[in-house]
Nanobody
């Protein structure tokens, strides 16, 4: 079993920054993919960014150049640095870990971008 705990969400003004963290625990295999999705009210969950163990990152076009995903393999933790935030970035952000053909999800953390 895998548990994911997110932190770092909140309210920020347009143009501001936030950093999300997600710590994984349990049966973590060495090779996996960690990342972030988000879901805005009335919309489907969408990919934000993914980072595999030792591999290249993948970003949604809407966040390229503004968001940076990184991970600390020793801590089984993934981070999402979000800069130049826009109102349309408002959503619940979900951490995910993908391994052995299974997807695990965190409980979500709210990010609200508003003046």
């Amino acid at each position: 079993q895998v548990q994911l705990v997110e932190s770092g969400g909140g309210l920020v003004q347009p143009g501001g920054s936030l950093r999300l963290s997600c710590a994984a625990s349990g049966s973590i295999f060495r090779l996996n993919v960690m990342g972030w999705y988000r879901q805005a009210p009335g919309k489907q969950r969408e990919l934000v960014a993914l980072i595999p163990t030792g591999g290249s990152t993948n970003y949604a076009d809407s966040v390229k150049g503004r968001f940076t995903i990184s991970r600390d393999n020793a801590k089984n933790t993934v981070y999402l640095q979000m800069n130049s935030l826009k109102p349309e970035d408002t959503a619940v952000y979900y951490c995910t870990l993908k391994q052995l053909a299974r997807d695990y999800w965190g409980q979500g953390t709210q990010v609200t971008v508003s003046s």
